[in-house]
Each structure stands twice: as C-alpha cells, then as structure tokens.
C-alpha cells in the first residue's frame, strides 16, 4: 500500500515562530488531508488539498501531488498550536474516494510561551 | 448539529469480555470507518463501510467486528478483549467526494487488564 513519512516527528517552537511540516508520499494520490489533534486528543480535520495551496488564517497548505509531497505551513505560532499534525492519503486507484485513509505518524508540535 | 458521537469515553475491560463501541453520525455521510491509535503509530484503520449494509476490512480487522444497519449507526464490537486491544479508538464519517475531509468522533479510550 502507499506510504506517508512525515517530518520531522518532533518539532519545539517558541511562541510567535513560524514552521513548516513535511508530508510525503510513495505514489501519485488524488487528495491529501491534513489534521491537528489537540493535546486533550480530538482530531480536527485542517485542510482537504488534492492540490495547489490553501489558506485559513495563520495556517496554509500546499500540495504538489506530481512530485509526490505536501507542506503545512503555521505562521506567527501560538500555544493553542501544540499538538500533533497528521497527513493522510487515500488508497491508490480509489479515484479520490475518502472510504478510507493512510495516516503518517505525525509531527508532534510543542509552542512554549 | 452534533458531528460524530462516540459512546463510551473511556472504558476497562477485563481480558476476554466483549463490549460494543457505538459510533453514530447525522450529517447523512456515505462513508464511515472506525482507526485505532497506539503511542508512534499514528491510526490505523480497523473496518470501514461505504453504505449501509456495506462493510470491509481495514488494516488490522481481526479480534472486530462491525455492521452498517443504517446510514447514520456504526458499532464496533470486541468479540473476547485482549490487553493488545488497549487503545483509543476513534470513528470517522466523511461524504465520497470528501470535499469538508473526514470528521472525527472524540474517541474511546479502551483499557484492557
């Protein structure tokens, strides 16, 4: 099945900082989604980006799915930030289909005050 | 509008007992799947369905089973709990073309002695 690697695992910022989170992936998928799971553990779905770049206020994505990686971008941190960010990616040849996904193992972000 | 409810929080189980994890959604989604989450394995999908009455087998099925009765109901059941089905699970619905991404019940932390 594919493969999603995410970088780095670990990441300590200072608040105010910016950051960029690596997303790759092993084949050619037709949409990419990113999450944050907050420090009390509730998944909260980011951003749903097959491709191109999107913006949602400090936060940005962007997907450049012929070269097979996706880059998550916070800007100005704060410590409502910390927690754990995830990628994830549907099966090959499912046209797109969310039934299902595979998850990297996440980038553990800590912002201190 | 509730999302994604899972029933219980958290829960003990002795070794050999079963219990079924309720999972149920009211935004009319196709799609459901149920992942557990271990510390540095990110969530791996266990069953997923694409409609009622419509299930399959996600990464790692055995000791679950689920059912799709209705589009709105997905359970999942521990047929005789083992101490490696210590986990948090977490249940997801999302639509097929997946343009709002997956939302995310806020899990069940599962403990098994």
């Known amino acids: 099945g594919i493969q999603v690697e995410q970088s780095p695992p670990d990441l300590i910022l200072q608040e105010g900082a910016n950051s960029t989170l690596r997303c790759n992936f092993s084949?050619?998928?037709?949409?990419l989604q990113w999450f944050h799971q907050n420090p009390w553990g509730q998944l909260i779905n980011l951003f749903y980006i097959p491709s191109g770049t999107k913006q949602n206020g400090r936060l940005s994505a962007t997907t450049v799915a012929t070269e097979r990686y996706s880059l998550l971008y916070i800007s100005s941190s704060q410590t409502t930030d910390s927690g754990v960010y995830f990628c994830a990616v549907p099966p090959l040849r499912s046209g797109g289909s969310n039934y299902k996904l595979t998850f990297g193992k996440g980038t553990l972000l800590t912002v201190n005050p | 509008n509730a999302g994604v409810t899972q029933t219980p929080k958290f829960q003990v189980l002795k070794t050999g007992q079963s219990m079924t994890l309720q999972c149920a959604q009211d935004m009319n989604h196709e799609y459901m799947s149920w992942y557990r989450q271990d510390p540095g394995m990110g969530l791996r999908l266990i069953h997923y369905?694409?409609?009622?009455?419509?299930?399959d087998q996600g990464e790692v099925p055995n000791g679950y089973n689920v059912s799709r009765s209705t589009t709105e109901d997905f359970p999942l059941r521990l047929l005789s709990a083992a101490p490696s089905q210590t986990s948090v699970y977490f249940c997801?619905?999302?639509?097929?073309?997946?343009?709002?991404?997956?939302?995310f019940g806020s899990g069940t932390r599962l403990t098994v002695v």
């Open positions: 084949d050619s998928v037709n949409n």
């Open positions: 369905s694409v409609g009622a009455g419509i299930t």
């Open positions: 997801a619905s999302s639509s097929p073309t997946g343009l709002n991404g997956y939302t």
